[in-house]
C-alpha cells in the first residue's frame, strides 16, 4: 500500500493556492419600488430649526435623492404648543429663531401633501456646553483641525459636530480684458472681479465622541477633519466653522450605528449594516419603516480661521490644473473663439520688440480658469476677517 506524502500534497495546496486569481465578488443588490422617508435635522431649543425631508432610492441611482416638498411640518410641544417649519426648496424646511422651554418636551410632526402622517417620539431638552477651543497643527503634510469642549456638570457625555469650511481662492488667470459684442476690450472698475472669490462645504462625516469611560466630562483633541498641504482651502485663507450638539444615549447609539452603516462598509473585515432603529414612526401605516433620530437641544458653534502665511514654510501652496493658449488676428475672429463663453481672452499678444503697437492675437483659457465665479462667489462673507 502507497501512502501520500501529505507535506508535498499540502506544499502543493498551498502554491495552487498562492498562484491562483482571486476575483471580486459583487453581489446583486436588490432593488425596489419603495420609497421610505428620511428625517435629517434636529430642534434647536435656542434658534433657527432646519429639518430636511428627503425619500430613500436604490443603490444604482446616480440622481440625488427625491425631496419631500409641500409638507407640513411643525415642532409640538407636550403642553399643545406648535412652532410650524416653512419649505425653502429641496426638502428643506426652517422656523425662525426659537426659544423653547428646557423643561418641557418636543416632537416633530410631519404632514405629506398626500395626508401621510409621521412623528417623532416627544424627546427631552438637552444642554449642549460651549466649545471650549478649536485647533490645528501642521502634521504629515496635512492641517489637521481639532475640538476641544468639557461639561463641568458632567451631564452631557455624548456629543455630535457638523461643520461648514469656507475659503477664498482665486482664478488661476488674471486678466484685464473682457470680449463685449465680437470685440476685445478693458475691464473697468464697474466690472464684476472675477479674480477673488469664496466658497464653503458642509461637512459630509459623522463625527461622534463621548467621555463614557472617563471621569469627567471632557473631549479633548479630536479629530474633526484634515486638509492636504497643496488643497486650494489652504492656499489663501480658509476659515471652519463647527457646530456641537448633545445627544442622548440612545441618540448616540443611533448615530453610531449610522456612522458604521454608511462609512465602514467596503471590506470582508467590515462590520455588517445594522438595523437602524429611530424614533420617527408613520402615524398613517405603522408598519412603514422610517428613517431618522429626533432629538432636542441648545446648539453651540465656534470659528476660527487659517492663513498661508501661519502654514510651514516649506509647503507648496495650490497649483491649478490650467494651460493658456494663444489665437492669432491673421488666422481667426475673437468672436470665433470668445462667442460661445467657453473661453476667455487673459491678455494682449503683440509682436517682437519693435513689430509694431497693435495686437497680433490674445492668449486664452478656459472659462473656469479665469472667473472664478464659476465655483463660488466674488461677494466676501460678512464674517471674514
Known amino acids: 500500500m502507497k501512502f501520500l506524502n501529505w507535506n508535498k500534497t499540502i506544499g502543493w495546496l498551498m502554491m495552487l493556492l498562492v498562484s491562483s486569481c482571486v476575483e471580486p465578488y459583487s453581489p446583486e443588490v436588490l432593488e425596489g419600488p419603495n420609497s421610505y422617508l428620511v428625517v435629517n435635522g434636529f430642534i434647536n431649543t435656542n434658534g433657527p430649526t432646519t429639518v430636511q425631508l428627503i425619500r430613500t432610492q436604490n443603490l444604482k441611482d446616480e440622481t440625488p435623492p427625491p425631496a419631500e416638498i409641500n409638507a407640513i411640518v411643525q415642532i409640538e410641544s407636550e403642553e399643545g404648543e406648535n412652532y410650524r417649519l416653512w419649505g425653502t426648496g429641496n426638502g428643506n424646511y426652517t422656523s425662525s429663531n426659537l426659544e423653547l422651554n428646557p423643561a418641557s418636551k418636543y416632537r416633530l410632526y410631519i404632514r405629506t401633501a398626500i395626508g401621510k402622517e409621521y412623528a417623532s417620539e416627544y424627546v427631552t431638552v438637552k444642554r449642549t456646553p460651549a466649545i471650549d477651543e478649536i485647533t490645528w497643527e501642521p502634521i504629515d503634510d496635512e492641517v489637521q483641525v481639532y475640538v476641544n469642549t468639557h461639561d463641568p456638570n458632567n451631564d452631557t457625555r455624548y456629543y455630535r459636530w457638523e461643520f461648514e469650511e469656507t475659503w477664498h481662492y482665486r482664478a488661476a488667470f488674471g486678466t484685464g480684458l473682457k470680449y463685449v459684442n465680437g470685440k476685445i476690450e478693458l475691464r473697468d472698475r464697474n466690472d464684476p472681479d472675477i479674480y477673488n472669490c469664496w466658497t464653503s462645504d458642509n461637512s ?13 466630562d471632557v473631549i479633548s483633541n479630536y479629530k474633526l477633519t484634515a486638509i492636504p498641504y497643496d488643497s486650494e482651502k489652504i492656499a489663501i485663507k480658509y476659515s471652519i466653522l463647527v457646530k456641537q450638539y448633545a445627544l442622548t444615549r440612545e441618540a448616540y447609539a443611533y448615530w453610531e450605528t ?67 493658449d494663444t489665437m492669432l488676428l491673421a488666422i481667426s475672429t475673437p468672436r470665433e473663439y470668445f462667442e460661445g463663453g467657453y473661453v476667455m481672452p487673459v491678455y494682449e499678444v503683440y509682436p517682437p520688440e519693435g513689430g509694431g503697437m497693435f495686437p497680433i492675437g490674445y492668449s486664452y483659457a478656459t472659462v473656469d480658469c479665469v472667473d472664478c465665479r464659476t465655483r463660488g462667489t466674488n461677494v466676501k462673507p460678512d464674517f471674514w476677517e
Open 258 to 324: 449610522l456612522k458604521k452603516n454608511t462609512e465602514n462598509i467596503g471590506t470582508l473585515f467590515d462590520p455588517l449594516p445594522s438595523q437602524l432603529t429611530g424614533n420617527i414612526k408613520s402615524l398613517s401605516d405603522p408598519n412603514e419603516p422610517v428613517i431618522g433620530y429626533v432629538t432636542a437641544s441648545t446648539m453651540q458653534q465656534k470659528r476660527i480661521f487659517i492663513g498661508y502665511e501661519e502654514l510651514p514654510r516649506e509647503w507648496k501652496t495650490f497649483i491649478p490644473r490650467c494651460s493658456i
Open 204 to 216: 459630509t462625516t459623522i463625527e461622534l465622541g463621548t467621555s463614557i469611560r472617563l471621569t469627567q
